[in-house]
């Protein structure tokens, strides 16, 4: 017997209900989350997620250690766009201390952002399309994937959790053949464009299970906080690149794609969208390369941001990543709150997935890619 | 749609993604095949960390400063030191990590004043208890007798060096002091001649 019953459990059902446990350790379940579902037959009346399995302590963490003991944390809050999430956290920093960064490692840090968020849509693509049964493009997907994690490994010498960000710059500068492989790369992932629209976009199953399925109205949306692609995919065109450049983003030329439908179709087409415009910005980035230093001739180990409270935002490949950071003008942060995409996302199943079918539940849950670790923290 | 077109329409979809896959097929594999492969490792790869081997010293160049103890996130460097006899400065005399805890962000090499840590290309190292500790002294200390008896006779050298340099300036001045005392009793045009040498 649970000890702890969620919630859900406690209230009283009729004899024609009945509970379904998903996960926590199911095959196509995102991570380890625990759905808790009351169903009606096949219908879903309520839904419940339950989370805290993949509790890392990440903001409490932060409070025992100096700003810089933090940042290898930063890329394990969300394993697949780890890259986004450290720099934003380096930038977060160096706004608070005032540290000036080159040039050049901004660019650097737009580039290797945008490969990061495309190898993330990619993991994504394969992931959601394998849930709702199809195995193919899984196959291709991560062809293509690995390709952009041999590119970061050569420069980061790692390839999910980079610790690539240094304050004031990058740990290392990138080099003619990183700009060779990135240019082929995008060659080929424009090249695979079509196919992969041939192979998915038109096929009839696929449509048949994204069409009008876990449509996401504004209302909630707005309620939860709803960011990233899905809120794009209702018609909002809010990014944080272009809502709050940051990093040099405002010079790049990018269009954010969006969808009025908000179900998992329109989805799918954003974040389809989203990979063409990132090869743009990656493009224009590494056209306009400046020459120059990428971190501090000296490097920043000890730091001490005047006391205050500040708030920084990135977009992370599922949407608006936050970071609320309190200074008490020491070297230890008093408080780093992290405030990541993927929470709302879950928490606003309980109400989107109310009055759906069970087997749309993969769908849905996929579509609006959710990434567990960073739920929890 | 019709019901007819719809199933024919349907039909069109399945088969094009047949198609692609037919196509791909006779592709070249992307597989790696990889406890037979070796795979290429790239300069930048992170594994476990190593103390540089100078080519000058012929050893590591760790002082035991505690920099990288002091900076590292998951607490998994432990270094003991200090001074050794006949050389300047101190010495590691133990310096292990252990493997099992560290995140492998590389702070401690950025951090190293003197540039003597780098990343090790271990990439199929396994084992099998809790403990996963690396002492990196280890391969350092078949050159360790060598080193020090080389940094010792560079010391004693320098120290000889100091000294012979200490003594001529004794000497010099000296020297300088007599020949003032000499000029004292000569002519004053000889002793503006030795103040111009002077300066």
Known sequence: MNPHPAPALERAHDDETYYLNMGPQHPSMHGVLRLLLRLRGELILECDPVIGYAHRAHEKMAENRSWIQFLPNTSRIDYLSGMIYNLGYCQAVEKMASIEVPVRAQAIRVIVSELNRIQSHLLWFGTFLLDIGGITPFLYCFDDREKILSILERVTGSRLTYSYGRFGGVSQDIDDVFIEQTRSFLTRMRKQAPMYHQLVHENVIFRKRCEGVGVISREVAHDYGITGPTLRAIGVDYDVRRAEPYSGYEQYDFEIPTRTGGDCLARFEVRIEEMEQSCRIIEQALDALPDGPVKPAKFIKKLKPPAGEFYFAVESARGHFGMHMVSDGGDVPSKIKLRTPSFSLLSSMSEVLEGTMVADTIAILGSVDVVLPEIDR | ?199
Request: proline share 4%; net charge negative.
């Open chain 2, 1 to 199: 749609m019709s019901y007819l077109g719809s199933i024919f329409s349907g039909f069109k979809t399945l088969l094009t993604g047949l198609g692609i896959t037919g196509k791909e097929i006779g592709g070249k594999s992307v597989t790696e095949l990889y406890p037979h492969v070796e795979p290429e490792l790239p300069e930048a790869f992170r594994s476990v960390i190593q103390l540089v081997r100078f080519e000058e010293s012929g050893s590591h160049d760790c002082v035991a400063c505690m920099q990288c103890v002091k900076i590292c996130p998951s607490t998994c460097i432990t270094i003991e030191g200090g001074k050794i006899e006949g050389i300047k400065g101190k010495r590691a005399s133990e310096f292990e990590i252990d493997f099992a805890l560290c995140s492998l962000c590389g702070l401690c090499i950025d951090t190293c004043p003197t540039d003597t840590l780098e990343w090790a290309n271990i990439y199929d190292d396994a084992g099998q208890e809790r403990e996963w500790v690396y002492d990196l002294l280890k391969p350092h200390e078949a050159f360790e007798e060598q080193y020090l008896t080389t940094r010792r006779a560079i010391e004693a050298k320098e120290a000889a060096e100091k000294a012979a340099k200490k003594a001529a300036v004794a000497k010099a001045k000296a020297e300088k002091a007599a020949s003032e005392a000499a000029s004292q009793e000569a002519s004053p045009e000889k002793s503006d001649t030795t103040s111009e040498a002077d300066s």
